[in-house]
């Protein structure tokens, strides 16, 4: 794998290249990354896996044509290649009047900010062992009778990103992991819990031993699953199962989709989408974030955006041909993996905690269910029209009375967004997280 000077030039010798042979205007990205991973199983050793993976992305602009492709291949031949190659397919390519690298004006300046994304790689013995702890951990609740295994991992990557317009930027991240699944139950009556982590330090991650008796407590808590009543009833989402319903509202405000006019938040800008009390942060520059990033995947400089003030949309998520589109500039929200052309994500997004416990917030529930689990992809992005099965456990006179399973929960995002409710137990684990939600009206379908 290359260090971030190599692939800096490596990135620079791609771009001259594509301008020798017929390129107006190029960029290209490098992503190399390397793992380790150990997975254990019944108490025994099961594999040892190591792997490192580079691929170049190159994306070139002939007039108003563009065509993006990518490689592995990283020796100078591979590389010439690849620019002819490219360039071949833009003369092919329908003119596009959007096309166009990022505004220079817009570029990043200044230095590289320190995100404190790179830590020292755990040793193969120091994995095992952890693996074998959280395993252990999990297999020495009451109820488990079997395992799929816990692992432990480690890792890094190294992007760098190069255009013919002036940037040249590149960055290092690291990567730690912990998982165990487990099963309790016999026969028919089996359940299974799971539960991972991951952090850019090894000394974030949770111990061994509560990852693993989370996994099992998850799987034992789920025994003897029962159905529920159909209805109209509150459906409350633990952080886990929340946490979608992010990922649901960034893809409705990411410029794509609003240039297409495909999004059921298509005339909502500055406007209330959800409760005056949700308010959603994305923070890219977050110190040791999972999804934290000094510059976009165009090379603009990224900042911390409040997406949802007080309930009120702010503005969409833009890369700079839906900027185009749009008649506006880019967000730095662009992103770029392997051969495709930029994309648009969030990063660490947060939806901030409300002041309620979870106990006060379900305190009125006489009916209703906690989702913490969600099963399909029935969610419509034009509509906003939302079905998906779920399970989880019951909600009666404001107590958790035990599992359910089989159910199915429907709504519309819109109503849903204005009829969230958070509580007070946000936690800091993942690149997107929220406490848990409290959504009342929903349709439950039971079996």
Not at 59 to 70: E, L, N, P, W, Y
Not at 216 to 231: F, I, Q
Not at 282 to 311: V, Y
Not at 322 to 330: D, E, N, V, W
Request: glycine share 12%; hydrophobic share 40%; proline share 4%.
């Amino acid at each position: 794998m290359l260090n971030e000077g190599d692939a800096l030039e490596r990135c620079a010798d791609l771009i001259r290249c594509a301008r020798t042979i017929g390129a107006d205007a190029a960029d290209t990205v490098y992503v190399g990354s390397h793992s380790e991973s150990v997975q254990v199983r019944l108490g025994q050793l099961e594999s040892v896996d190591r792997s490192e993976a580079e691929h170049f992305g190159l994306r070139v602009f002939v007039g108003r044509k563009q065509a993006t492709i990518g490689s592995s291949a990283v020796d100078t031949a591979g590389l010439e290649e690849l620019a002819t190659r490219a360039i071949a397919m833009a003369r092919s390519a329908p003119d596009d009047e959007y096309a166009g690298l990022a505004p220079q004006d817009l570029l990043m300046s200044g230095p590289t900010p320190d995100l404190d994304l790179v830590s020292l790689e755990t040793e193969s013995e120091a994995l095992r062992a952890a693996a074998e702890a959280t395993e252990d951990a999990a297999r020495a609740v009451a109820g488990i009778t079997n395992s799929e295994g816990a692992a432990a991992g480690t890792g890094g990557s190294t992007i760098a990103l190069a255009t013919s317009h002036g940037c040249a930027r590149s960055y290092r991240q690291s990567q730690h992991s912990l998982s165990a699944a487990v099963v309790a139950g016999t026969g028919s009556g089996m359940e299974r819990g799971m539960e991972w982590r991951v952090a850019r330090h090894a000394g974030d991650l949770p111990d061994a031993a509560s990852i693993g008796a989370k996994a099992a407590e998850r799987a034992v808590a789920r025994l003897n699953p029962a159905s529920m009543p159909s209805g109209a009833m509150p459906v409350v989402f633990d952080p886990q199962a929340g946490r979608s319903l992010i990922g649901h509202f960034v893809a409705a405000i990411s410029g794509p989709g609003i240039a297409r006019g495909a999004s059921f938040l298509l005339d909502c800008e500055g406007e209330a989408v959800f409760d005056s009390a949700i308010t959603i942060v994305d923070d890219p520059l977050k110190q040791r974030g999972l999804a934290s990033r000094p510059f976009d995947g165009e090379g603009l400089e990224t900042r911390a955006t409040t997406l949802i003030d007080k309930g009120v949309l702010g503005s969409w998520l833009l890369d700079a041909t839906s900027a185009r589109k749009l008649g506006r500039q880019p967000t730095g929200h662009a992103v770029r993996s392997g051969g495709a052309g930029p994309s648009v994500a969030s990063s660490n997004a947060v939806l901030q905690p409300g002041e309620q416990s979870v106990a006060e917030l379900i305190a009125d529930i006489g009916e209703g269910v906690l989702v913490t689990d969600l099963i399909g992809h029935g969610v419509n992005g034009v509509t906003g029209d939302y079905s998906r099965g779920a399970s989880g456990f019951a909600i009666r006179g404001g107590e958790i009375v035990g599992p359910v399973s089989g159910i199915t929960i429907a709504g519309n995002l819109r109503d849903m967004f204005r009829q969230m409710r958070a509580a007070s137990d946000l936690e800091h684990i993942y690149s997107v997280n929220v406490p848990t939600l409290r959504i009342d009206g929903m349709t439950v379908a039971g079996a």
